[in-house]
Nanobody, 124 residues
Framework: QVQLVESGGGLVQDGGSLRLSCAASGLTFSNYVMGWFRQAPGKEREIVSAISWNGGSTYYADSAKGRFTISRDNAKNTVYLQMNSLKPEDTAVYYC?????????????????WGQGTQVTVSS
């Protein structure tokens, strides 16, 4: 079955950086679009970034533009989220998700499979 395993979360100071990874198994990775979402306490899950099957198209939420970079390595079945200039408001559980397709999806309902999440905490 499809499994997604996130890693790379942790505690970082305001202005710091983290690189999240999501390793996928049980699927032909290059046939799937990938997305990163996050959910802060008391808030709804929101899209952070998404990437097409070959990395040729990407999407960033306004909150992520200029600070975060999504990438994928189809040979390693892994998608990454490089997060720079982190702010306390970036504190959340970050999830990767996947769905079959070529472009990218912004709506969480389009994604069929989800990881367990990794906690990112940015201290002020």
């Amino acid at each position: 079955q499809v499994q997604l395993v996130e890693s790379g979360g942790g505690l970082v100071q305001d202005g710091g950086s983290l690189r999240l990874s999501c390793a996928a198994s049980g699927l032909t990775f290059s046939n799937y679009v990938m997305g990163w979402f996050r959910q802060a306490p008391g808030k709804e899950r929101e899209i952070v970034s998404a990437i097409s099957w070959n990395g040729g198209s990407t999407y960033y939420a306004d909150s992520a533009k200029g600070r975060f970079t999504i990438s994928r390595d189809n040979a390693k079945n892994t998608v990454y989220l490089q997060m720079n200039s982190l702010k306390p408001e970036d504190t959340a559980v970050y999830y990767c998700a996947t769905a079959a397709g070529l472009g990218y999806y912004i709506d969480a309902r389009r994604y069929n499979y989800w990881g367990q999440g990794t906690q990112v905490t940015v201290s002020s």
